[in-house]
Nanobody, 124 residues
Framework: QVRLVESGGGSVQAGGSLRLSCLAS?????????MAWFRHSPGKEREGVAS???????AYADSVKGRFTISKGNAKNTLYLQMNSLKPEDTAMYYC?????????????????WGQGTQVTVSS
């Protein structure tokens, strides 16, 4: 089983930026039909933030569109989420995930590989 490891979270002020990274540990390349970033905060449902298909097609939740960018690294074993113009509402635990089906909007259907998460806290 592949292990996904997130990094790059932290505490920033509103308007700041962070770049999250997700490494497929033990792989030089890692390809699934769908990879995505999810986030979850207390009292809210888990939300698909951004997805990217095996062909590179991307999709974003309306709440982050224009501010976040999902991408794959050149090494093909990494996934990134560039987050700009951060808002307090973006505060959440962020998870990278992979799934066996083509992305459904900003999410991976039945994602079956998950990272442990990295905390993002945005203060006003």
């Amino acid at each position: 089983q592949v292990r996904l490891v997130e990094s790059g979270g932290g505490s920033v002020q509103a308007g700041g930026s962070l770049r999250l990274s997700c490494l497929a540990s033990g792989y030089t390349t890692y390809s699934r039909p769908c990879m995505a970033w999810f986030r979850h905060s207390p009292g809210k449902e888990r939300e698909g933030v951004a997805s990217i298909s095996s062909t590179g097609a991307t999709a974003y939740a309306d709440s982050v569109k224009g501010r976040f960018t999902i991408s794959k690294g050149n090494a093909k074993n990494t996934l990134y989420l560039q987050m700009n113009s951060l808002k307090p509402e973006d505060t959440a635990m962020y998870y990278c995930a992979a799934g066996p089906y083509v992305p459904s909007g900003s999410t991976c259907r039945l994602a079956d590989v998950w990272g442990q998460g990295t905390q993002v806290t945005v203060s006003s």
